[in-house]
Nanobody, 122 residues
Framework: VQLQASGGGLVQAGGSLRLSCAAS????????MGWFRQAPGKEREFVAA????????YYADSAKGRFTISRDNAKNTVYLQMNSLKPEDTGDYYC????????????????WGQGTQVTVSS
């Protein structure tokens, strides 16, 4: 299983970024996909997830109204559109996959990609 995240970068507060995560080695449409982030000196935390079946989406309170998770099963890719970015959104963003329903707890996600760094300047 390979999850390749991309799209991070440096952006000013109020700006936007779109992260992508290309998956291989899994039957993508049968996997729930998630995004997590880890700020410097902090634990990794849940950001957003999209379910495998009907594509229900879930967001951390910090992401609601600003971030949108979506998936393209034909491209085996999950996206995270991030708008109105804040300095506190700074961190390494990781995509993850699990064969069951989307869950918030990190321990339930079995497959992880490498992080893509997001830096939001004030």
């Amino acid at each position: 299983v390979q999850l390749q995240a991309s799209g991070g970068g440096l952006v000013q507060a109020g700006g936007s970024l779109r992260l992508s995560c290309a998956a291989s080695g899994i039957s993508f449409s049968t996997y729930s996909m998630g995004w997590f982030r880890q700020a410097p000196g902090k634990e990794r935390e849940f950001v957003a997830a999209i379910n495998r079946s009907v594509g229900s989406t879930y967001y951390a309170d910090s992401a609601k109204g600003r971030f949108t998770i979506s998936r393209d099963n034909a491209k085996n890719t999950v996206y995270l559109q991030m708008n109105s970015l804040k300095p506190e959104d700074t961190g390494d963003y990781y995509c993850a996959a699990r064969s069951g329903a989307a869950l918030f707890k990190i321990v339930y996600w079995g497959h992880w990609g490498q992080g893509t760094q997001v830096t939001v300047s004030s």
